[in-house]
């Protein structure tokens, strides 16, 4: 009786709106970017947003990002 292999989409469900961590890290810098500016990221990347929502790991690398950008303002060259 060890034939009850877990189905994946059950234990993960996924949110249709989420592109997944690949899709979210491409855009991950004008994430960033777009929230340090005083913009809702949301309304820009809301695939990201929902996979950040449900993705403690990328969770975890944004607000890490987000933490360095604040420490290390660039030198306004835009
Ligand atoms: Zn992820």
Known sequence: MSDETPNL????PVDPEDPG??????VFDLYVETDLSGIDPATRFPGAAAHLRSCPACRLDYDGLRAAVNAFPSNGTG
């Open 9 to 12: 989409d059950e234990l993960l």
């Open 21 to 26: 961590c690949q899709a979210t890290l491409d």
